[in-house]
């Protein structure tokens, strides 16, 4: 092609041999990414596993179908199916997406035909990797991440040297250049761009966007956390370990597990077997409370009491119900809207697929058995036609066995108020009943569960317990709804929180007090909360560091926006000014949560770990630097000033033209005497960069190409393409 341009893709070369063991590594790197996000099926896996498998073990003898067309075309084919059957299935796109990407990865490492780039492998993997960060917040994607990004990086300068060694016609030369030194530079160039990465993150301007995360935590569908519950659903519930909640205290003083309760629904209608929350002709099934969540909702007035402050973050829940404390009297959080149904129950819009983080103030006042000897237990009053009306549906039962009203009779005589009727009830089931997973046995088909509870042998799960408690509360005139949610959970004592798991899913009930409000009363016997009292054995233990791991994520990389920017740099300023201008004042209550690498007593950052993350920075820089002049060390003396003695006469190498593509056109401008001369050099620069050669004495040629250039008569400077 001399005297017309030539660009560098003119002259690539390609790579006929096996891949680089880093492509094998960051293409299982991108495919763990995904597997992580629990939205591959086992099957679809296992074809990954059995292709990376059969693709490694043949890396250097491919069989015949490796290489052939057609039939990894035929797989394609395949691939291109199995991801429409998954999209008409009703999989979301980015889900189908995974799938197709997990096995065109397979694939492509499949493919052993020779090849001028890694541009495909590349582009595929680097897809999996924003699939996985839109389906997963799991603290094990950053490492992933890591491992990516230097694997990445290798294969692309292993591949970029291989194809210019075989350019220079000593394909094998490429091996002696992957030394030692060229890994350290690229793990530090990677390391780099990583702190560079976070800095920007922690600084540039942000704003809180909630997608599609399951991988979050796999929102449990079951009707315990839904307007309808049948008896047994909260004892289901209570056989999976999975957390639900973790709650944490600003002031690090967390609720005892024993005392512990965080309301979920409260349901007023029974019909013996199932609970739910009645309709309302005259109310919509749900309200919007008014206010923003950022800036807080106010729940109930405010009554002067003290108040305690939890931090909640919750995993997806089908229904999307905020599990709260009792009297919680204001909620924020970053969400838009907040409902309430006419239970009190609290609810997000839309689906529960995704974690959500909102901040509590409730009221700790205890409540006092003398003022509540004094009330009497009334139904609320609720809007009806022609005004307020009570709300009688918190009396209604279905038909009750003769004996259980007697039996309410029985546990009740002798009380003279309305509050140690319901007290007695409470102590009696805890006294008597026997805490079960397994239901009580219906003997008589005509028999409903909780008459078979009570007749029986007092033995079930809570369900039946608060269920009873309703039954004899309302059979003695006491207006009383069974709630569910959960109680006790486990401190975690290397997060410094508590973790609710669905194990302590729990049901207890409410008696409205006319002046008091409703009341909780807890039937179940108080063994069935021992697992807050268990020794940890070594793997729970193993578990909580994974679970304060998990939560410090989330909270300070999944969840971190311009609210937490907007903190972060308040409190680089309160440090910088502390020592000049103390303050005594604690924390604020909008304050979002404390610091994870040191903090002053406020909850600000430590200015040291912001000075030790810039002298990193600056460590970086000046390795990045070492990195570029070592790089320019790489091109022989010789050749370099050959090239400066052409430039002298306007002759410049292109930066698309090769080493032998200058030369040959470098030939046909300068004359014989120089141009072998060069020629020689050339071949020089060659074998010392790509071969390791130790570089030769080239003065005679430097001086015989500066005769020769010497005696041109050339214009201006002119490119050689």
Same mark, same amino acid.
């Given at each position: 092609m001399e005297g017309s341009r030539m660009t560098r893709s003119d002259f690539r070369t390609v790579v006929e041999g096996p891949r680089p063991a880093s492509a094998w590594l960051m293409a299982l790197v991108a495919s763990a990414a995904l597997w992580i996000t629990e939205q591959l099926p086992i099957w679809l896996i296992g074809i990954q596993c059995l292709a990376f498998a059969i693709g490694l073990a043949t890396r250097r003898d491919p069989p015949a179908f490796r290489t052939n067309a057609v039939w990894l075309n035929v797989f394609m084919l395949g691939i291109t199916t199995i991801t429409i059957r998954s999209a008409l299935a009703g999989n979301p796109a980015t889900v189908s997406l995974a799938w197709f990407t997990a096995l065109a990865q397979a694939l492509q490492l499949l493919d052993a035909r020779p090849r001028k780039s890694e541009f495909v492998l590349v582009a595929v993997a680097l897809f999996q990797i924003v699939l996985a960060s839109t389906l997963t917040d799991s603290i094990l994607f950053p490492p992933l991440l890591v491992v990516f990004v230097v694997s990445v990086t290798w294969t692309l300068l292993v591949?970029?040297?291989?194809?210019?060694?075989?350019?220079?016609?000593?394909?094998?030369?490429?091996?002696?250049?992957?030394?030692?030194?060229?890994?350290?530079?690229?793990?530090?160039?990677?390391?780099?761009?990583?702190?560079?990465?976070?800095?920007?993150?922690?600084?540039?301007?942000?704003?809180?966007?909630?997608?599609?995360?399951?991988?979050?935590?796999?929102?449990?569908?079951?009707?315990?956390?839904?307007?309808?519950?049948?008896?047994?659903?909260?004892?289901?519930?209570?056989?999976?370990? #999975?957390? +639900? &909640?973790? %709650?944490?205290?600003?002031?690090? /003083?967390?609720?005892? !597990?024993?005392? *512990?309760?965080? @309301?979920?629904?409260?349901?007023?209608?029974?019909?013996?077997?199932?609970?739910?929350?009645?309709?309302?002709?005259?109310?919509?099934?749900?309200?919007?409370?008014?206010?923003?969540?950022?800036?807080?909702?106010?729940?109930?007035?405010?009554?002067?009491?003290?108040?305690?402050?939890?931090?909640?973050?919750?995993?997806?829940?089908? #229904?999307? +119900? &905020?599990? %709260?404390?009792?009297?919680?009297? /204001?909620?924020?959080? !970053?969400?838009? *809207?907040?409902? @309430?149904?006419?239970?009190?129950?609290?609810?997000?819009?839309?689906?529960?697929?995704?974690?959500i983080r909102y901040t509590l103030w409730s009221d700790i006042g205890e409540r006092d058995p003398d003022r509540l000897r004094g009330e009497r237990a009334r139904p609320p009053l609720e809007p009806g036609p022609g005004g307020e009306r009570p709300a009688l549906r918190y009396l209604a039962l279905p038909a009750v066995d003769p004996r259980v009203r007697s039996l309410a009779d029985e546990i009740t005589r002798g009380a003279t108020n309305d509050y140690d009727r319901a007290w007695r009830i409470q102590q009696a089931l805890r006294r008597r009943g026997r805490y079960s997973d397994t239901p009580p046995r219906l003997d008589d088909a005509e028999s409903t569960p909780i008459d078979a509870f009570l007749l029986g042998e007092l033995e079930?799960?809570?369900?039946?317990?608060?269920?009873?408690?309703?039954?004899?509360?309302?059979?003695?005139?006491?207006?009383?709804?069974?709630?569910?949610?959960?109680?006790?959970?486990?401190?975690?004592?290397?997060?410094?929180?508590?973790?609710?798991?669905?194990?302590?899913?729990?049901?207890?009930?409410?008696?409205?007090?006319?002046?008091?409000?409703?009341?909780?009363?807890?039937?179940?016997?108080?063994?069935?909360?021992?697992?807050?009292?268990?020794?940890?054995?070594?793997?729970?233990?193993?578990?909580?560091?994974?679970?304060?791991?998990?939560?410090?994520?989330?909270?300070?990389?999944?969840?971190?926006?311009?609210?937490?920017?907007?903190?972060?740099?308040?409190?680089?300023?309160?440090?910088?000014?502390?020592?000049?201008?103390?303050?005594?004042?604690?924390?604020?209550?909008?304050?979002?949560?404390?610091?994870?690498?040191?903090?002053?007593?406020?909850?600000?950052?430590?200015?040291?770990?912001?000075?030790?993350?810039?002298f990193l920075l600056g460590i970086g820089l000046s390795g990045w630097r070492r990195f570029r002049s070592v790089a320019d060390t790489r091109v022989p003396p010789g050749y370099r000033a050959a090239l400066r003695i052409l430039a002298r006469r306007g002759l410049v190498r292109p930066a698309t033209a090769t080493a032998r593509d200058f030369a040959a056109s470098v030939r046909a401008r300068v004359p014989a005497a120089g141009a072998s001369a060069f020629a020689e050099i050339t071949d020089a620069y060659l074998a010392s960069r790509f071969g390791a050669r130790p570089d030769p004495d080239l003065r005679d040629r430097l001086e015989a190409l500066e005769n020769a250039v010497d005696g041109m008569r050339l214009g201006n400077q002119t490119d050689i393409g």
């Amino acid at each position: 092609m001399e005297g017309s341009r030539m660009t560098r893709s003119d002259f690539r070369t390609v790579v006929e041999g096996p891949r680089p063991a880093s492509a094998w590594l960051m293409a299982l790197v991108a495919s763990a990414a995904l597997w992580i996000t629990e939205q591959l099926p086992i099957w679809l896996i296992g074809i990954q596993c059995l292709a990376f498998a059969i693709g490694l073990a043949t890396r250097r003898d491919p069989p015949a179908f490796r290489t052939n067309a057609v039939w990894l075309n035929v797989f394609m084919l395949g691939i291109t199916t199995i991801t429409i059957r998954s999209a008409l299935a009703g999989n979301p796109a980015t889900v189908s997406l995974a799938w197709f990407t997990a096995l065109a990865q397979a694939l492509q490492l499949l493919d052993a035909r020779p090849r001028k780039s890694e541009f495909v492998l590349v582009a595929v993997a680097l897809f999996q990797i924003v699939l996985a960060s839109t389906l997963t917040d799991s603290i094990l994607f950053p490492p992933l991440l890591v491992v990516f990004v230097v694997s990445v990086t290798w294969t692309l300068l292993v591949h970029t040297l291989s194809m210019e060694a075989a350019e220079a016609g000593d394909p094998e030369a490429a091996s002696a250049v992957l030394a030692s030194d060229l890994r350290r530079m690229t793990f530090l160039a990677t390391g780099l761009c990583l702190a560079l990465a976070i800095l920007l993150f922690m600084l540039f301007p942000r704003i809180e966007t909630r997608g599609f995360h399951p991988g979050a935590g796999r929102g449990f569908a079951l009707s315990g956390f839904s307007t309808r519950v049948s008896l047994g659903d909260v004892g289901r519930i209570r056989q999976d370990p #999975s957390i +639900v &909640l973790r %709650v944490e205290s600003p002031d690090g /003083r967390l609720p005892d !597990p024993e005392k *512990a309760y965080w @309301r979920g629904l409260a349901f007023d209608a029974f019909d013996g077997r199932d609970w739910s929350i009645s309709a309302s002709e005259h109310r919509a099934a749900r309200r919007a409370l008014s206010g923003v969540g950022r800036f807080g909702v106010e729940l109930l007035p405010d009554a002067g009491s003290p108040l305690t402050i939890q931090r909640i973050i919750r995993e997806p829940v089908a #229904s999307n +119900v &905020l599990f %709260v404390p009792a009297r919680t009297r /204001r909620i924020q959080g !970053p969400f838009q *809207a907040l409902e @309430r149904d006419r239970n009190g129950g609290l609810y997000l819009p839309g689906p529960g697929n995704e974690r959500i983080r909102y901040t509590l103030w409730s009221d700790i006042g205890e409540r006092d058995p003398d003022r509540l000897r004094g009330e009497r237990a009334r139904p609320p009053l609720e809007p009806g036609p022609g005004g307020e009306r009570p709300a009688l549906r918190y009396l209604a039962l279905p038909a009750v066995d003769p004996r259980v009203r007697s039996l309410a009779d029985e546990i009740t005589r002798g009380a003279t108020n309305d509050y140690d009727r319901a007290w007695r009830i409470q102590q009696a089931l805890r006294r008597r009943g026997r805490y079960s997973d397994t239901p009580p046995r219906l003997d008589d088909a005509e028999s409903t569960p909780i008459d078979a509870f009570l007749l029986g042998e007092l033995e079930g799960h809570c369900e039946y317990f608060a269920s009873a408690m309703v039954t004899l509360a309302r059979l003695e005139g006491l207006p009383s709804r069974l709630v569910n949610g959960f109680a006790g959970g486990v401190a975690n004592e290397v997060g410094g929180f508590i973790e609710v798991t669905r194990a302590d899913a729990h049901a207890w009930v409410e008696v409205h007090f006319e002046h008091s409000g409703w009341i909780r009363f807890d039937p179940t016997p108080p063994d069935r909360r021992l697992r807050s009292a268990r020794p940890l054995s070594l793997f729970a233990r193993l578990a909580q560091i994974g679970s304060a791991v998990e939560l410090w994520w989330f909270q300070r990389v999944v969840d971190f926006d311009s609210v937490d920017q907007i903190g972060f740099l308040r409190g680089l300023w309160r440090s910088w000014t502390r020592d000049r201008h103390p303050v005594a004042d604690g924390p604020e209550p909008g304050d979002r949560r404390a610091w994870p690498f040191g903090s002053d007593s406020r909850g600000w950052p430590d200015p040291g770990w912001i000075l030790a993350a810039l002298f990193l920075l600056g460590i970086g820089l000046s390795g990045w630097r070492r990195f570029r002049s070592v790089a320019d060390t790489r091109v022989p003396p010789g050749y370099r000033a050959a090239l400066r003695i052409l430039a002298r006469r306007g002759l410049v190498r292109p930066a698309t033209a090769t080493a032998r593509d200058f030369a040959a056109s470098v030939r046909a401008r300068v004359p014989a005497a120089g141009a072998s001369a060069f020629a020689e050099i050339t071949d020089a620069y060659l074998a010392s960069r790509f071969g390791a050669r130790p570089d030769p004495d080239l003065r005679d040629r430097l001086e015989a190409l500066e005769n020769a250039v010497d005696g041109m008569r050339l214009g201006n400077q002119t490119d050689i393409g």
